[in-house]
Nanobody
Framework: QVQLTESGGGSVRAGGSLWLSCTVS????????MAWFRQAPGKEREGVAA???????TYADSLKGRFTISLDNTGTTLYLQMPSLKPEDTATYYC??????????????????WGQGTQVTVSS
């Protein structure tokens, strides 16, 4: 059974930074994609960033250049660096993984395994 565990969420002031982590409990395959999504209250879940086993990345246009997604060398821990946070970044952030999925996509439909989410709250 594949389990994903997010950590690193919290409450910060606007302009602050957070670093989210997501650990996959199972061994990853040679080809896979992992991604971060977020969902704010009353809004649909949206893709933030994704990365595949070749370390190819894709970002939501609105976040490109501000957030950075990365994988550790083992490919089992996913990160999201979030500097310069804004109140509109407030949401529950989820990580997701799907095996044999490349190139990376921000479509939630493509991912089979999901974490429980970690809350990020940015105050003005």
């Amino acid at each position: 059974q594949v389990q994903l565990t997010e950590s690193g969420g919290g409450s910060v002031r606007a302009g602050g930074s957070l670093w989210l982590s997501c650990t996959v409990s199972a061994d990853t395959y040679k080809k896979y994609s992992m991604a971060w999504f977020r969902q704010a209250p009353g809004k649909e879940r949206e893709g933030v960033a994704a990365i595949d086993s070749a370390r190819k990345t894709t970002y939501a246009d609105s976040l490109k250049g501000r957030f950075t997604i990365s994988l550790d060398n083992t490919g089992t821990t996913l990160y999201l660096q979030m500097p310069s946070l804004k109140p509109e970044d407030t949401a529950t952030y989820y990580c997701a993984v799907d095996f044999f999925l490349t190139p990376p996509t921000l479509g939630a439909w493509a991912y089979k395994y999901w974490g429980q989410g970690t809350q990020v709250t940015v105050s003005s």
